[in-house]
């Protein structure tokens, strides 16, 4: 210990685990060790900048609550969250995107057709599609836990105007894998930074500003589960999210149509009496049992 030095402080950090350390874990330690050490050497981190990094995580934790995670959302900037996801993504299956730090959990169920709009401002949107394998098999009995922003790009967590699951529903599929409900257009809106993670963006000269979308979680009996996100084609910030979400699979469009193309059996059949918007999105599950 007493001849550590620059070059070897990682191997000695290394040799202070047990022979009965789980390997994943000396792994993951051993590349975070080896990997942060030559970052300090290589940038020469000065003693007024490594307590600067420290004061930022005790801020991190003092501002996170149950509605509100700061290191997820600094995580999510600094693109280890969609890393970790591209990483992790089954090939054949949908991209999985952020979770971000505002999903609710234990959202009502909501019935397949069944309207998240409610008394909300905006022309209705339709979203519909259906949940299959990467065999191509309809999905039957699926949840897709489905959220997003209001109209005034707050999500319920973030706005005491708001019923905590405003905008938050969990349907599940029938026999056919489909989905459907309504909603009103999410919008594009700006991650909080009123903390930390505000200020890292504010040094750095990058703007807060994410594409809308909605947020998905399906999950399945024999298929791994699927967090992802879905943007529109036509939004300013799809090739600038702040949070690295986009993923050319996970593009989606709205289509204009008229009141009297409104299909039944929805929550709002023979309500809709003006245009509506409609997206058309297959949501692919991997397969986690054998062929």
Known sequence: MRKVTPDTISEV???YFSPETDPRLRAIMEGLTRHMHAF???TGLTHDEWRKALELLGWAGRITTPERNEFVLLSDVLGISSLVDMINSSPGATSSSVLGPFHISGAPPLENGGDMKRDFEGDVVLVQG?????RGAAVAGATVDIWQTAPNGLYSSQDPAQDIHSFHGVIT????GRYAFTTVRPVSYTVPTDGPVGQLLNAAGRHPWRPSHLHFIVKAKGCRS?????FPDDDPYLDQDTVFGVREDLVMRYVRQPAGSF????ALSGKVHGDFDRVDFDLILA???PA
């Open 287 to 289: 397969r986690s049992d």
């Open 263 to 266: 299909p039944g059996g929805m």
């Open 40 to 42: 300090v050497r290589e």
């Open 226 to 230: 699927l967090v992802t996100e879905v």
């Open 130 to 134: 259906q949940v299959r394998d990467d």
């Open 13 to 15: 950090f290394m040799g």
């Open 173 to 176: 599929t029938g026999a056919d």
